[in-house]
């Protein structure tokens, strides 16, 4: 059976019988996520994929990895080559946008995203560019946008990849607000649809359950409001 679970805010894990992925593991500063570190260990972890650069997306995957020197890291080509350079992560795979890859058991593609994501290092700026998350394993295939604006390339995942689950920012300041994750659902066209990055910090604050009923009216998605644990069976 495979499950897409929600950690809450950036944290989805992708479990199936045998191995999990975790997709921005944020466990440390996120109030609301239901596992810890110690939960992790020992899991089956076949790999962890990061959007990019900010601490809410990237803050405990070093320590993951670490636990789990098998596990591969999957990263935009100037992550890596950062990573390559401080030695902090060896078993790593190196990717570029709209590129896919298969790793035997589930396939990754990396697709455009607009936000930011850099590295402050002794005030000298390195920049990496953010992305969207494509899972495909056992012919379903799982989209998580995380820190995204409203973007028409993701009209191209309707036209190309025939979304399942997808997981879509609901939070204004940073990323997409509601109405526009209401958009991006009718871009979209997935089969399920639940909101994330919402309710972690009092300036992320949004009503989930505003979203789900702009859905259904629309009739875009079959939307999925989820707490900490709850999962989607695909």
Same mark, same amino acid.
């Given at each position: ?93 190196? *990717? ?25 290092? *002794? ?30 390339? *993701? ?80």
């Amino acid at each position: 059976m495979l499950h897409s679970i929600f950690h809450w805010h950036s944290f989805v894990e992708v479990q199936s019988d045998d191995f999990s992925i975790l997709i921005d593991p944020f466990i440390t500063w996120n109030s609301k996520c239901d596992i810890s570190l110690a939960d992790l260990k020992n899991k089956n972890i076949k790999a962890i994929i990061v959007t990019h650069w900010h601490s809410d997306h990237i803050w405990d995957t070093i320590t993951i990895a670490e636990n789990h020197p098998e596990t591969k890291i999957i990263w935009m080509l100037e992550l890596v080559q950062y990573l390559n350079v401080e030695k902090w992560v060896s078993n790593i795979h190196a *990717m570029n946008l709209w590129w896919e890859h298969n790793f035997w058991d589930f396939s990754i593609k990396l697709t455009t995203a607009l936000h930011s994501g850099s590295i402050n290092e *002794m005030w000298n700026w390195f920049y990496t560019n953010p992305c969207w998350v494509i899972v495909r394993i056992w012919w379903k295939s799982i989209y998580h946008a995380w820190d995204t604006a409203l973007t028409l390339d *993701m009209k191209l995942l309707w036209d190309h990849d025939k979304i399942d689950v997808a997981f879509l920012p609901i939070w204004d300041n940073f990323t997409m607000w509601i109405k526009d994750a209401v958009i991006a659902t009718s871009y979209i066209k997935p089969r399920i649809v639940v909101p994330t990055h919402y309710d972690t910090w009092e300036l992320i604050s949004a009503d989930a359950l505003e979203f789900a009923k702009l859905v259904m009216l629309e009739n875009h998605a079959t939307p999925k409001v989820l707490n900490p644990w709850q999962f989607i069976v695909l």
